[in-house]
């Protein structure tokens, strides 16, 4: 079975600074997705950043990027320029390549960031 | 505006007692989910249905069940078998054929039980 290990429960990040979240997984598959999930205040979750496990390439969207590894089996999210409404919890996730595969999430890490 | 709505935002549950929280959407999806979260955890899936009439048990499926008789409804039931259900449950749905990567989540649900 998969899973999905995030092993900083809090990180904290000053006002326009970088910061990086770790999350590592374990599987045996060759085809498998890789997303960044972003869950503020008010509890909804929103999609940051995605990465398929083919592509050597790192996913980048604006100040968001990761790191993929996919022979250590990391996955870590990056965040330049951190703004105050980065504040939330990060969950990282994994979902097998078929098309309906479900996603398996890690525990989050909570993501403070002081002005 | 289209999206996911979730009510009540809080439901209280008595000992014995079953409680449906709702989940309705009018984005056209046709797979939906269900979702608990708990304190210091990630979301664990309940169960989803890729079709109307048609639903699959998720990793944590004791003691819930669900209905799809319509498209954009996904009812989920807390029976009394479900010995701790105080959670906050999210409802998804993304479009057929393009994976749980492209879900949109609900504002969730938060239940506590009296």
């Known amino acids: 079975a998969q899973t999905v290990t995030q092993s900083q429960p809090e990180m904290s990040v000053q006002e326009a600074e970088t910061v990086t979240l770790s999350c590592t997984y374990d599987?045996?598959?060759?085809?498998?997705?890789l997303f960044w999930y972003k869950q503020p205040p008010s509890r909804q979750m929103i999609l940051v950043i995605r990465?398929?496990?083919?592509?050597?390439q790192n996913a980048t969207e604006n100040r968001f990027s990761v790191n993929f590894q996919k022979a250590a089996k990391s996955f870590s999210l990056k965040i330049s320029d951190s703004q105050l409404g980065d504040a939330a919890m990060y969950f990282c996730?994994?979902?097998?390549?078929?098309?309906?595969?479900?996603?398996?999430f890690g525990k989050g890490t909570k993501l403070s960031v002081k002005p | 505006d289209g999206g996911i709505t979730q009510s009540p935002k809080y439901l209280f549950r008595k000992e014995g007692q079953n409680v449906t929280l709702s989940c309705e959407q009018n984005?056209?999806?046709?797979?939906m989910y269900w979702y608990r979260q708990d304190p210091g955890q990630g979301l664990r899936l309940i169960y989803y249905?890729?079709?109307?009439?048609d639903f699959q048990k998720g990793d944590i499926a004791e003691g819930y069940s669900v209905s799809r008789e319509k498209k954009e409804s996904f009812p989920l039931t807390v029976t009394s078998a479900q010995k701790n259900p105080t959670a906050f449950y999210l409802c998804?749905?993304?479009?057929w054929g393009q994976g749980p990567e492209t879900q949109y989540f609900g504002p969730g649900t938060r239940l506590l039980v009296l």
């Open positions: 998804a749905s993304s479009p």
């Open positions: 599987t045996s598959e060759s085809d498998y997705y």
């Open positions: 990465q398929e496990a083919y592509k050597q």
């Open positions: 996730a994994y979902r097998s390549g078929g098309s309906q595969g479900n996603l398996i």
């Open positions: 984005l056209n999806h046709d797979a």
């Open positions: 249905s890729q079709i109307v009439n």
